[in-house]
Structure formats: C-alpha cells, structure tokens
C-alpha cells in the first residue's frame, strides 16, 4: 500500500527501513526516505506504520 503518494512510498519501504537502518523517529525516516516533503499529508500513517514495526523490535539492553 502506498503511504505517500507524492514520492511513491510504501509501507513495506517504511517497514524495511525500520529494521533495516535502525530507527526510532520520524527525522531518523526521513533522513533515509523522502517521505513527507512535498504535501506533508501521509506523515501520521508514516508515524504509525514506523511505531508499529518499532514495537515489533526486541528490546536491546545496554551491556557495558
């Protein structure tokens, strides 16, 4: 499914960028995917999708 339909971005881009780059905020996804510069209208789906697959990451304690 197409999240923004500006630049041609689906939720699997979204998706795979979160595991696969490691991040954890909107200007993290944005930095790597061009989501949200033209219109602006599919950040909230953008902020789910990317809080969605978050949750679905283990958690990483800090080992020193």
Do not use: W
Request: net charge positive; with cysteine; proline share 3%.
């Amino acid at each position: 499914m197409y999240v923004c339909l500006c630049n041609a971005i689906s939720d699997k881009t979204i998706r795979n960028a979160v595991h696969q780059q490691h991040i954890r905020s909107i200007r993290e996804l944005r930095n790597f995917i061009p989501v949200g510069n033209d219109c602006g209208k599919c950040m909230r789906q953008a902020r789910e999708i990317m809080n969605e697959e978050i949750a679905l990451l283990p958690l990483i304690n800090n080992v020193a």
